[in-house]
């Protein structure tokens, strides 16, 4: 090989290398933009989820709260078996009742354990009084669990036995002082919730709202939402962990959902693989909720 092929074999050898490398470049760079966008594009659609979910429940969680802090409520709930306190007492619940949207409401007393509900066709007139929970049966064990936890506020998606209608209930703890005294509650009709608030994604996205522990509560897939979370072990219930490949990505998401409930960042990103395809999941905190 003379000279001047070897400098063209040399030279097409550089030019191939310069080119590979550029080409390398020139993909990562593309890479780091798609995902620099994908990541804004991310924390823009968690954040407008969180705007349209709390606008339809916004008002209930307080009217919820209101109730369950009625001074009337919680003088009766001290006295539940004093007549004139019980009449006065329903008295304020069809008040609340009519401003619900659902325009039902339910109230369980700690004390004796009565179940007073009322509903939109107003079909439990003067016999709001339906029944005394039992701490034995399966489908009262959502009350007993909720009266034990920390926390004065709790969402909570469960079938409602008397309308046959799976609802997500708003729950109160009616307080006085450190006594918990009963639950006061309203609900909203899931599959109504959902396509209000879930079924207007974009194609390509799909959004799950869970709770502190993880818990999926809403999904347009109800067969991915976990149903009476609180009455559940944590080994029962349906998370967000269980949706990830990689234990890795599990850890992940749960540091990070660790790190939004603290308030320092508004929106956190993860990229994750669920079912052998990559996503990049965003995160927001909805602090009124948990």
Do not use: C
Not at 2 to 8: A, D, K, V
Not at 87 to 108: C, G, P, Q, W
């Amino acid at each position: 090989m003379n000279i001047r092929s070897r400098i063209f074999l040399l030279t097409g050898l550089l030019v191939s290398v310069s080119a590979l490398a550029a080409w390398g470049v020139a993909r990562q760079q593309a890479s780091d933009i798609v995902d620099h966008w994908a990541v804004r594009y991310a924390e823009k659609q968690v954040l407008y989820d969180k705007s349209r979910l709390m606008q339809p429940i916004a008002q209930e969680i307080a009217l919820a709260r209101q109730l369950a802090a009625s001074q009337q409520i919680r003088t009766w709930a001290r006295n539940p078996d004093d007549a004139a306190l019980t009449r006065h007492a329903v008295t304020e619940m069809e008040s609340f009742r009519l401003n619900f949207a659902d325009k039902s409401y339910a109230i369980a007393l700690s004390r004796n354990g009565d179940y007073y509900h009322n509903n939109a066709k107003n079909e439990f007139a003067g016999k709001q009084l339906r029944y005394r929970l039992d701490p034995k049966k399966p489908a009262d064990q959502w009350f007993f669990d909720t009266i034990r936890q920390p926390r004065d506020f709790l969402l909570n998606v469960n079938p409602d036995a008397n309308s046959g209608v799976t609802k997500l209930w708003i729950n109160f703890l009616i307080r006085d002082g450190d006594d918990v005294l009963g639950v006061a509650s309203t609900g909203m009709d899931l599959t109504q919730f959902i396509r209000v608030v879930l079924d207007n994604a974009q194609p390509g996205i799909r959004s799950l709202f869970v709770d502190h522990t993880g818990a999926i509560q809403l999904s347009r897939d109800e067969r991915q939402i976990d149903f009476a979370s609180i009455s559940k072990g944590s080994t029962e219930r349906k998370t967000i962990a269980l949706l990830f490949d990689r234990v890795s990505d599990r850890h992940a998401i749960a540091d990070a959902m660790n790190d939004l409930a603290t308030l320092k960042r508004p929106v956190a990103t993860r990229f994750v693989e669920i079912a052998g395809k990559p996503y990049l999941a965003g995160m927001t905190y909805l602090q009124q909720i948990d």
